[in-house]
C-alpha cells in the first residue's frame, strides 16, 4: 500500500490569526490541522463529511 504525503495548504482568505491548513490530496481522506501548532496532529475526515462541514460553514 502506497502511503499519500499530505500537501498542506491555507485558504487564501485566511488572515494570520486563527488559521487551519487542510491537505485533501489524498482520495480516502481530508486531513485539517492548526497551523500554529501542527505538532499537535491532525483531524482526518472522509471526504463526504468533509464536503458536510464545509456546507454546513458556509451556512453560518
Same mark, same amino acid.
Given at each position: 500500500?502506497? #502511503? #499519500? #504525503?499530505? &500537501?498542506?495548504? *491555507?485558504?487564501? !482568505? *485566511?488572515?494570520?490569526?486563527?488559521? +487551519?491548513?487542510? $491537505? @485533501?490530496?489524498?482520495? @480516502?481522506?481530508?486531513?485539517?490541522? @492548526? #497551523?500554529?501548532?501542527?505538532? &499537535?496532529? !491532525?483531524?482526518? +475526515?472522509?471526504?463526504?463529511?468533509? *464536503? $458536510?462541514? +464545509?456546507? &454546513?460553514?458556509?451556512?453560518?
Amino acid at each position: 500500500m502506497q #502511503t #499519500t #504525503t499530505p &500537501h498542506w495548504r *491555507t485558504s487564501s !482568505y *485566511t488572515g494570520t490569526e486563527n488559521c +487551519l491548513e487542510v $491537505a @485533501d490530496n489524498n482520495p @480516502d481522506k481530508v486531513m485539517i490541522r @492548526d #497551523t500554529k501548532a501542527p505538532e &499537535h496532529g !491532525y483531524l482526518s +475526515l472522509q471526504p463526504p463529511a468533509w *464536503t $458536510a462541514l +464545509l456546507e &454546513h460553514v458556509r451556512k453560518i
